[in-house]
């Protein structure tokens, strides 16, 4: 089973960065797409961006694009979401998501097709 384990969340001011860790273990790291999703008050759980297994595609929401970056390093068994300009409308709990299926990661991230989550860590923009 594949355990994963956020963090890196706080409160950040507008305009500014930030960076989340989601740490995986119990596979090994080449095996699975690593996507990361948020869920503001109120709305539904919306992917973010995802990255391949590999490392060397990734997928991302229109309204991260230029502002987030997600990477992988496979020697840590670790995925990172770098958040730069924040705004307030990245207020959320933001997972990480797994999934060891054969799909693209913008089907994995379009879809929601995922097989484990983690727990989530509050992103809060605000001055």
């Known amino acids: 089973q594949l355990q994963l384990v956020e963090s890196g969340g706080g409160l950040v001011q507008p305009g500014g960065s930030l960076r989340l860790s989601c740490a995986a273990s119990g596979y090994p790291p080449g095996h699975y797409h690593i996507g990361w999703f948020r869920q503001a008050p109120g709305k539904e759980r919306e992917p973010v961006a995802c990255i391949s297994s590999g490392g060397s595609l990734e997928w991302y929401a229109d309204s991260v694009k230029g502002r987030f970056t997600i990477s992988r390093d496979n020697a840590e068994n670790t995925v990172y979401l770098q958040i730069y300009n924040a705004k307030p409308e990245d207020t959320a709990v933001y997972y990480c998501?797994?999934?060891?299926?054969?799909?693209?990661?913008?089907?994995?991230?379009?879809?929601?097709?995922?097989?484990?989550w983690g727990q989530g860590t509050q992103v809060t923009v605000s001055s």
């Open positions: 998501a797994g999934t060891l299926s054969v799909i693209t990661v913008q089907a994995m991230c379009v879809t929601r097709k995922t097989d484990y």
